[in-house]
Protein backbone atom coordinates (compact mmCIF):
# COMPACT_ATOMS: atom_id res chain seq x y z
CA UNK A 1 0.00 0.00 0.00
CA UNK A 2 1.67 2.96 -1.26
CA UNK A 3 0.70 6.12 0.57
CA UNK A 4 3.48 8.57 -1.81
CA UNK A 5 5.57 10.36 0.64
CA UNK A 6 8.99 11.10 -0.65
CA UNK A 7 12.03 10.61 1.54
CA UNK A 8 12.61 14.52 2.20
CA UNK A 9 8.72 14.72 3.46
CA UNK A 10 9.74 12.27 5.55
CA UNK A 11 12.73 13.68 6.92
CA UNK A 12 10.37 16.95 7.83
CA UNK A 13 8.15 14.71 9.57
CA UNK A 14 11.14 12.75 11.62
CA UNK A 15 12.57 16.85 12.13
CA UNK A 16 9.44 18.16 14.04
CA UNK A 17 8.98 14.76 15.68
CA UNK A 18 12.29 14.93 17.07
CA UNK A 19 12.02 19.03 18.50
CA UNK A 20 8.16 18.10 19.58
CA UNK A 21 9.23 15.08 21.80
CA UNK A 22 12.69 14.97 22.39
CA UNK A 23 15.75 12.93 21.41
CA UNK A 24 15.03 10.76 24.90
CA UNK A 25 11.66 10.22 23.59
CA UNK A 26 11.49 9.57 20.11
CA UNK A 27 12.59 6.02 20.02
CA UNK A 28 9.28 5.11 22.47
CA UNK A 29 7.05 7.42 20.83
CA UNK A 30 8.05 5.54 17.72
CA UNK A 31 7.71 2.12 18.76
CA UNK A 32 4.06 3.30 19.97
CA UNK A 33 3.34 4.24 16.62
CA UNK A 34 4.37 1.32 14.73
CA UNK A 35 2.25 -1.06 17.07
CA UNK A 36 -0.78 1.27 16.67
CA UNK A 37 -0.36 1.43 12.83
CA UNK A 38 0.26 -2.19 12.68
CA UNK A 39 -3.00 -3.02 15.28
CA UNK A 40 -4.79 -0.83 12.72
CA UNK A 41 -3.34 -2.60 9.38
CA UNK A 42 -4.52 -5.79 11.25
CA UNK A 43 -7.91 -4.65 12.19
CA UNK A 44 -9.28 -3.51 9.04
CA UNK A 45 -8.26 -6.32 6.84
CA UNK A 46 -9.97 -8.57 9.34
CA UNK A 47 -12.72 -6.36 8.73
CA UNK A 48 -12.49 -6.43 5.26
CA UNK A 49 -12.12 -10.26 5.56
CA UNK A 50 -15.31 -10.56 7.82
CA UNK A 51 -17.51 -8.09 5.42
CA UNK A 52 -16.50 -10.32 2.58
CA UNK A 53 -17.09 -13.64 4.25
CA UNK A 54 -20.73 -12.65 5.22
CA UNK A 55 -21.34 -11.35 1.79
CA UNK A 56 -20.77 -15.35 0.65
CA UNK A 57 -22.52 -16.73 3.77
CA UNK A 58 -25.56 -14.46 2.67
CA UNK A 59 -24.75 -15.48 -1.06
CA UNK A 60 -25.02 -19.03 -0.25
CA UNK A 61 -28.43 -18.60 2.21
CA UNK A 62 -30.41 -17.19 -1.10
CA UNK A 63 -28.91 -19.62 -3.39
CA UNK A 64 -30.05 -22.69 -0.32
CA UNK A 65 -33.45 -20.89 -0.51
CA UNK A 66 -33.85 -20.81 -4.38
CA UNK A 67 -32.58 -24.34 -4.89
CA UNK A 68 -35.54 -25.61 -2.50
CA UNK A 69 -37.52 -23.54 -3.50
CA UNK A 70 -37.38 -24.96 -6.88
CA UNK A 71 -36.87 -28.92 -5.83
CA UNK A 72 -40.71 -27.96 -3.96
CA UNK A 73 -42.04 -27.54 -7.59
CA UNK A 74 -41.01 -30.36 -8.92
CA UNK A 75 -42.08 -33.37 -9.86
CA UNK A 76 -40.21 -36.45 -8.73
CA UNK A 77 -38.53 -38.42 -11.71
CA UNK A 78 -40.41 -41.50 -10.25
CA UNK A 79 -43.57 -40.09 -10.92
CA UNK A 80 -42.55 -38.85 -14.29
CA UNK A 81 -41.79 -41.94 -15.58
CA UNK A 82 -45.10 -44.03 -13.80
CA UNK A 83 -46.77 -40.95 -16.01
CA UNK A 84 -44.79 -41.34 -19.22
CA UNK A 85 -45.23 -45.24 -19.21
CA UNK A 86 -49.14 -44.89 -18.63
CA UNK A 87 -49.06 -42.68 -21.43
CA UNK A 88 -47.48 -44.64 -24.47
CA UNK A 89 -49.27 -47.68 -23.19
CA UNK A 90 -52.50 -45.64 -23.46
CA UNK A 91 -51.30 -44.07 -26.88
CA UNK A 92 -50.11 -47.79 -28.37
CA UNK A 93 -53.64 -48.78 -27.32
CA UNK A 94 -55.82 -45.98 -28.97
CA UNK A 95 -52.83 -46.35 -32.04
CA UNK A 96 -54.52 -50.45 -31.92
CA UNK A 97 -58.20 -49.92 -31.73
CA UNK A 98 -57.90 -46.99 -34.71
CA UNK A 99 -55.86 -49.65 -36.83
CA UNK A 100 -58.56 -52.35 -36.00
CA UNK A 101 -61.43 -49.76 -36.55
CA UNK A 102 -59.84 -48.60 -40.13
CA UNK A 103 -59.33 -52.08 -40.86
CA UNK A 104 -63.13 -52.94 -40.78
CA UNK A 105 -64.16 -50.20 -42.19
CA UNK A 106 -61.74 -50.50 -45.08
CA UNK A 107 -61.80 -54.66 -45.59
CA UNK A 108 -63.33 -55.73 -48.98
CA UNK A 109 -63.91 -59.17 -47.87
CA UNK A 110 -66.41 -57.65 -44.90
CA UNK A 111 -69.93 -57.78 -46.33
CA UNK A 112 -71.71 -56.07 -43.10
CA UNK A 113 -69.39 -52.72 -43.49
CA UNK A 114 -70.62 -50.22 -45.22
CA UNK A 115 -68.38 -48.15 -47.10
Known sequence: MAVGISISEILVILLIAFLVVGPSNLPKVARGLAKAIRFLREKWSEFIEEAELSETVDEFK?????????????????????????????????????????KTNLDPTDKGAEV
Open 62 to 102: KANKDIKKSLKGMVPKTDLEKDLKTFVKETDESVSSLKDAV
